[in-house]
């Protein structure tokens, strides 16, 4: 059998082949993408990799010694050659001469743009310094979950010797900066021989003159901190034993899927948020066990974990042994209020005269015994990669307090950190939020023309969509091609009949789970029938009824549902049909149900009002191109009806328009965006044509 010890371990990826023809900046980016591909190795966006490279002065034409390192916001797992800033190492040295000391350490990120390289565009980050002054060719900075579980034990560097000897040195905490820059090249001069450093609460440094060594060296460093504590650890009790046994799968995802409306409508005053939810294993042990609530509040300890979590999460009060999530829900706002206190104290305790204003009071993440972790941000990426942060975090607890005392940051460190005012200023340049940012919405027929142009529309504005469609296999092919386009972190999709109240119900709790409940429903699963009424049968008449009429109903009662927990208001579109407002010959049950799907609508813009949903309609007509309902019966129908063949029906319904126009799925997203979107706000009850104008249908 295989060690499992030994196969848990970090594998080594270089390949000399692949690197052989590379350049040294091409080297850097392959070994930066090696490391980032290993969630122990480091946390999304964290650490950091750097090469000195000799390139040629574009002014002078003379070989200059330049900087190659990771970027302001970037990812070494995921970043590009642009991804790099190039600086001048003549000039990152003459640095030196200007520094006024550590009070003024902060001025130092100014001089950074005048040591750029070939007016390289890409700014260079805070750790620059740290990277530029350790005389080393080629320096990784990573953020593994071992290595910190050191950097935060209380008795850190006598750890660090432990078990590395003076192979690996040490550093006590210092905020990354100017001042860290040059406490890290004194620690390489007067020790030439060592590999690395641990600095204390953050995280690794390890050096080489050779690209390949410096990656091994990494390696090497982090599976022996491993394989120390699985030595360690092995027969001890973690976070003092469970105390709460883990709720089965469906119930866990059925208790958070009623957690998390609510959590979200508290959380969403200053901007509405997206929910994620964690359930690994490693997460249940952590929440079940009986020094969680004693551990979450000493808060994370790596900069790059708090920064992404905030000081510390919100348990919140559920008995899995006798679960209540009513009680929980009752108790729930108390919580957040209590929280959101706590945080203003902690602001009014720890600011500066300078300090940037009070920001999001709520917690990010929260901790649910015998259920999981629910995170929330402004986005569906920035939730899951704080829900992974705070994996790391709980890596870092269990072993630092296995092995030894666990130790958060000091909490004014925390502060200065949260509320750096170079931290403020990188806030302060992210770019205007989309239209859509952090909205949730469920389209349904979201496999069909309008019904995944209406996603499309909405992706591009920032929202979250689940698809719901009947028809498994075009559902599972639209979804993987929007996921392709737009990011699989905003896409979901789930098969839905939806004349059936259970299979309904169960799509907006896999919604509340995936992104934490919902603001738009565009209902927009369809049928179309034509036959004279006599040849009407009563299943057609009653098939139409089911899924135009009571399909909506079902949707719509149960997006009431939802928004009335989170008490955020919301936008329901049908897409409805210029057939129900103008008779069509032939399709007496169709008209009729569009009709009825019509007033529904109405009836619910007055419910909806007094709680801020909205409730519209866009009535499209003849969208025939990617349409699912002009294939096969219905287009021979009503090419029948009209005495032309297929090929003449288009031409014939863009005749009849007053406008002499066809009209595209994307045209009816259009409208059905309009009345999703804050540009509509004030209305509700409304009707919309996009049908190229068709006197018949005009709404009086």
Same mark, same amino acid.
């Given at each position: 059998m295989p060690d499992t010890a030994v196969s848990n371990r970090l594998a080594n990826l270089w390949d000399d082949t692949k690197a052989a023809g590379m350049t040294e900046p091409e080297r850097l980016l392959y070994r930066s993408n090696l490391l980032g591909s290993d969630k122990r190795i480091t946390n999304y966006g964290g650490g950091n990799t750097s090469a000195k490279v000799m390139e040629t002065d574009p002014l002078t034409g003379q070989p200059v010694e330049v900087l190659w390192v990771k970027g302001s916001g970037g990812d070494v797992g995921s970043i590009k050659m642009d991804g790099f800033a190039t600086l001048y190492m003549d000039k990152l040295r003459a640095l030196k001469g200007v520094y006024r000391g550590v009070e003024f350490e902060d001025e130092m990120v100014g001089y950074l743009p005048h040591c750029t390289f070939n007016l390289n565009p890409r700014a260079a980050s805070i750790d620059t310094p740290l990277h530029a002054y350790v005389p080393k060719k080629h320096v990784d900075h990573m953020h593994p979950d071992a290595i910190i579980a050191i950097a935060a034990s209380r008795n850190s560097r006598e750890l660090t010797q432990k078990i590395f000897g003076a192979e690996i040195g040490w550093l006590p905490w210092k905020r990354p900066g100017y001042e860290l820059g040059l406490w890290l090249e004194k620690f390489c001069?007067? %020790?030439? %021989?060592?590999?690395g450093v641990v600095l204390e609460s953050h995280g690794l440094f390890t050096w080489h003159d050779d690209a390949r060594t410096c990656y091994e060296t990494t390696l090497d460093i982090i599976n022996r901190a491993m394989a120390w504590f699985e030595?360690?650890?092995? @027969?001890?009790?973690?976070?003092?034993? $469970?105390?709460?046994?883990?709720?089965?799968?469906?119930d866990r995802r059925a208790v958070a899927a009623r957690l998390m409306p609510a959590i979200r409508g508290m959380v969403s005053k200053d901007h509405a948020m997206v929910g994620h939810f964690d359930d690994q294993p490693s997460v249940l042990e952590f929440v079940n066990a009986a020094r969680m609530p004693e551990l979450a509040a000493l808060g994370t300890s790596c900069p790059d974990h708090f920064l992404r979590t905030k000081i510390r999460p919100l348990v919140v009060n559920f008995d899995p042994a006798k679960p209540d999530v009513d009680a929980t829900l009752a108790a729930l706002s108390g919580q957040v209020e209590a929280y959101r206190a706590d945080y203003a104290a902690y602001y009014n305790r720890c600011k500066h005269d300078n300090s940037p204003a009070l920001r999001d009071p709520n917690a990010v993440v929260y901790l649910v015994p015998g259920v999981g972790m629910i995170t929330f941000a402004k986005d569906k990426a920035t939730a899951r990669i704080s829900a992974e942060f705070y994996v790391n975090?709980?890596?870092?607890?269990?072993?630092? @307090?296995?092995? @030894?005392?666990?130790?958060?940051?000091?909490?004014?460190?925390?502060?200065?950190?949260?509320?750096?005012?170079?931290?403020? $200023?990188?806030?302060?340049?992210?770019?205007?939020?989309?239209?859509? $940012?952090?909205?949730?919405?469920?389209?349904?027929?979201?496999?069909?023309?309008?019904?995944?142009a209406t996603a499309e529309r909405f992706l591009r504005e920032g929202a979250c969509v689940l698809l719901a469609d009947i028809d498994e296999p075009a559902l599972v092919a639209? @979804?993987?091609n929007l996921a392709t386009r737009f990011g699989k972190d905003v896409i979901r999709s789930t098969r839905v009949d939806v004349t059936d109240e259970v299979a309904v119900r169960a799509a907006y709790a896999e919604m509340a789970v995936e992104f934490g409940g919902v603001d738009i429903l565009v209902s927009n699963a369809g049928i179309a029938s034509s036959a004279p009424v006599e040849e009407t049968t009563l299943d057609l008449w009653n098939r139409n009824m089911e899924i135009l009429s009571?399909?909506?109903?079902?949707?719509?009662?149960?997006?009431?549902?939802?928004?009335?927990?989170?008490?955020?208001?919301?936008s329901i579109v049908f897409v409805a049909s210029k057939n129900g407002l103008a008779a069509s010959p032939n399709a007496s049950a169709y008209c009729t149900a569009k009709a009825a799907e019509i007033h529904l609508a109405r009836c619910l813009a007055l419910e909806g009002a007094e709680a801020g949903i909205r409730v519209n309609v866009v009535n499209p007509d003849a969208v025939l191109r990617? &349409?699912?309902?002009?294939?096969?019966?219905?287009?021979?129908?009503?090419?029948?009806?009209?005495?032309?063949?297929?090929?003449g029906l288009e031409e014939m319904y863009r005749q009849r328009s007053a406008l002499k126009r066809s009209v595209l799925p994307e045209d009816v997203a259009e409208g059905v965006y309009f009345f999703a979107?804050?540009? &509509?706000?004030? &209305?509700?009850?409304n009707i919309l044509n996009v049908d190229a104008g068709n006197p018949q249908s005009f709404t009086r």
């Open positions: 001069l007067d %020790n030439p %021989n060592a590999k030595a360690e650890t092995r @027969s001890k009790r973690i976070f003092g034993g $469970a105390v709460h046994q883990s709720l089965p799968d469906a975090a709980i890596n870092v607890m269990r072993g630092a @307090s296995t092995v @030894s005392d666990y130790c958060g940051l000091p909490e004014q460190e925390a502060f200065d950190i949260e509320y750096w005012l170079l931290e403020e $200023a990188k806030l302060q340049r992210m770019p205007k939020p989309k239209s859509l $940012a952090g909205r949730i919405a469920l389209v349904t027929g979201g496999a069909g023309g309008i019904g995944s639209t @979804s993987a009571t399909g909506y109903f079902l949707v719509s009662r149960e997006a009431f549902r939802v928004l009335r927990t989170q008490g955020m208001g919301g990617g &349409s699912k309902i002009w294939s096969g019966e219905w287009l021979d129908q009503r090419a029948s009806t009209y005495k032309t063949d297929k090929e979107a804050d540009l &509509s706000a004030k &209305s509700t009850g």
